[in-house]
């Protein structure tokens, strides 16, 4: 059952779902080197809550982790589709929900980007395509 405080979440193939309270603490972009790592991007958008926040309503088993050695992270993932679900510091007392794995945003805004001095070379040029795309889009309407 949806309830209008929660947001739904699941992984690409659907095998894993989980609901979160849509009091987030932060929602953050982070550039560093290891989240570009971690998404395959330029950044990641993660959301920040507490471990009691979370309710995993599907298929629990179907995750698995991996403790990065460099970090204080463990990461989390279906073991099917690989997409990254929330994850926690390996302590288990900060939970970062990946924003992508969410059904909608939480309703806080991005409240901080980390790691801008870290972006890859070629996002700035990126950021002048987003605005080319806009006006096109603006002038086909």
């Known amino acids: 059952m949806v309830h209008p405080n929660t947001i ?3 992984c690409i193939c ?3 779902r989980y609901q979160v309270q849509n009091n987030m603490a932060a929602f953050k972009l982070c ?3 290891f ?3 971690a998404s395959g991007s330029a950044h990641e958008a993660n959301a920040f809550t507490t ?3 979370i ?5 629990k088993d179907m995750l698995t982790s991996f403790d990065v050695p460099i970090s204080h992270v463990r990461r989390v993932f279906c073991r099917s589709c690989g ?3 929330p994850f926690e510091a390996q302590n288990g007392k900060f939970p970062v929900v990946p924003v992508g794995s969410l059904s909608h945003p939480p309703s806080r805004p991005v409240s901080a980007i980390v790691g801008w001095a870290s972006r890859p070379a070629w996002y700035d040029e990126e950021l002048g395509l987003i605005e080319e795309t806009r006006n096109a889009e603006r002038a086909a309407q």
Do not use: F, I, M, N
Not at 55 to 59: K, P, R, V
């Open 31 to 33: 550039y560093c080197s």
């Open 14 to 16: 659907g095998a894993v």
């Open 55 to 59: 309710e995993w309503l599907q298929s």
């Open 51 to 53: 471990p009691d926040q």
């Open 8 to 10: 739904d979440g699941q």
């Open 35 to 37: 989240c570009q790592k």
């Open 83 to 85: 997409t990254t679900l």
